[in-house]
């Protein structure tokens, strides 16, 4: 079974760096064909997509947030990470990490979901 796990700060400093974590388990991250996503939910708005690293490790970015963002990983832990440099109160959002097959450009189609976590930027 594929199970997915954001972990990480709930609060950060404006200007800081947010950074989040997401454990899966069941499947490695490597398997051909997934790409590993962050996704995010501001207050009272729609999900955004954040952006995504794929099985061999090449990274897809929201042109909105490409430059303040990173996606690394850890295949030894089969975690991924994500770092949004520079962080404003407009980062505040619930944060999801969710496997998703690639359709087109910044176009994913998600089966697996973590539970999300908030994290909130304070000015």
């Known amino acids: 079974q594929v199970q997915l796990q954001e972990s990480g700060p709930g609060l950060v400093q404006s200007s800081q760096t947010l950074s989040l974590t997401c454990t899966v388990s069941g499947v490695p991250i490597t398997m051909n064909v997934y790409y590993w996503n962050w996704i995010r939910q501001p207050p009272g708005k729609g999900r955004e997509w954040v952006g995504a690293i794929g099985s061999s490790g090449n990274t897809d970015y929201s042109p909105s947030l490409k430059s303040r963002t990173s996606i690394s990983r850890d295949t030894s832990k089969n975690q991924f990470t994500l770092q949004l440099n520079s962080a404003t109160p407009e980062d505040t959002a619930v944060y999801y990490c969710?496997?998703?097959?690639?359709?087109?450009?910044?176009?994913?189609?998600?089966?697996?979901w973590g539970q999300g976590t908030q994290v909130t930027v304070s000015s």
């Open positions: 969710a496997r998703g097959v690639r359709l087109g450009i910044g176009e994913y189609e998600y089966d697996y």
